[in-house]
């Protein structure tokens, strides 16, 4: 840390952030055998093939930041390829079929743009409202059930990964989800993660148990954990930053005008891929609508401030965000413990992580053809 009356993150502005890390070659098929260590669970495939899952490959992780000039993101990542990647995880660490499943399908209810929906609906607090169709889904698509009979698997086994601590468990624990959406979301948004790392990274994670008896990803080494943990915290506080908040609620205020001017129907979020929806209010629409669509297409920069500036000229934004954290389980001579237990190094970085705050505004000028 800097020093005890600053917090670490002041330091870094947004452009920083997303060039810490030089460029380097990222490839998602040999991220996912890193996962599986070469014990490819080969039952998946025929799940991964139905629409229900092929849908979410035109759905991505990033919540719409491929599509503003705002982020620099490196490559695409779906939220299929996500759920293979989670899937992968259980089933190194559980060779369980259920749990496994339930991690590949937990989120086929994520609408188009993932999070941007629950911006669209008021919840950026918990951004949990994307979940709530997700057993019905599972339950109604009858190609999936029957799958699941023939391999002797109930629905109620997979319909809710969260009944499975190491699939899913409450921040600031470390989950199958947690570990494998950062692995990618730092290597999209500012290059932290390469593959060798990952695989280092990855081949010391065990399952141990913790304070509550529960299953739960641990490190065996204090030195990776705390190299994790300090990357898991920069690309979280990437994810409260102003800039981060204005691109999600702004495209998620889009979306809704683009329904009340019917360019869009609510169900085009279940069906249409990213690119697709794109294409259909690309250029369409009124002249309000379309000075919000192209803010956000050719947005560079936003301004940071303790006042809401005039309404004529930007759109605001002021609210608050889920904060993704990680205070893993460490395995040390003593006993298993809490990163911040034995780090202090740690501790004052998830202290400033807590206590970091954007300015109260974050407000971007709007576009202009002059």
Request: net charge negative.
């Amino acid at each position: 840390m800097c020093n005890k009356n600053s917090n670490y993150f002041d330091q870094f502005t947004w452009p920083e952030i997303l060039h810490l890390y030089p460029e380097s070659s990222w490839d998602i098929k040999a991220y996912h055998q890193i996962l599986c260590r070469g014990d490819y669970p080969d039952f998946l495939d025929k799940y991964i093939q139905l629409p229900i899952m092929q849908r979410l490959s035109g759905v991505g992780l990033l919540c719409g930041s491929d599509w503003t000039k705002l982020f620099h993101n490196r490559f695409f990542y779906s939220r299929l390829d996500h759920s293979i990647g989670v899937a992968l995880i259980i089933w190194n660490f559980t060779h369980d079929k259920a749990q496994t499943l339930a991690g590949l399908f937990h989120d086929v209810s994520t609408p188009t743009f993932s999070h941007v929906s629950d911006f669209r609906k008021g919840d950026a607090l918990t951004q949990t409202i994307t979940e709530e169709d997700n057993s019905s889904l599972v339950r109604k698509d009858l190609t999936l059930t029957k799958l699941l009979e023939e391999d002797g698997i109930k629905v109620e086994q997979v319909e809710n990964y969260h009944i499975y601590p190491v699939a899913d468990n409450e921040i600031p624990q470390l989950s199958a989800d947690r570990l494998e959406y950062m692995f990618p979301s730092g290597a999209v948004l500012e290059g932290s993660w390469n593959l060798e790392e990952i695989e280092k990274t990855y081949r010391d994670i065990v399952v141990l148990k913790n304070e509550s008896n529960q299953d739960e990803l641990a490190f065996k080494s204090l030195e990776i954990a705390q190299n994790y943990c300090k990357k898991f915290c920069m690309t979280g506080h990437l994810l409260q930053m102003n800039e981060d908040k204005m691109t999600l609620h702004l495209l998620g205020q889009i979306m809704n005008r683009a329904v009340e001017e019917g360019l869009l129907q609510e169900e085009d979020f279940m069906q249409l891929s990213e690119s697709q929806i794109i294409e259909k209010i690309d250029n369409k629409g009124s002249q309000n609508f379309q000075k919000l669509y192209k803010t956000f297409r050719n947005m560079e920069c936003i301004l940071h401030s303790d006042i809401e500036l005039p309404e004529d000229e930007y759109f605001n934004l002021s609210l608050k965000v889920k904060l993704r954290y990680i205070n893993p389980l460490v395995k040390t001579e003593s006993g298993v413990k809490r990163l911040n237990e034995c780090s202090n190094v740690s501790k004052s970085l998830i202290d400033d992580f807590l206590h970091w705050e954007d300015k109260k505004f974050g407000s971007v000028k709007y576009y202009s053809e002059k």
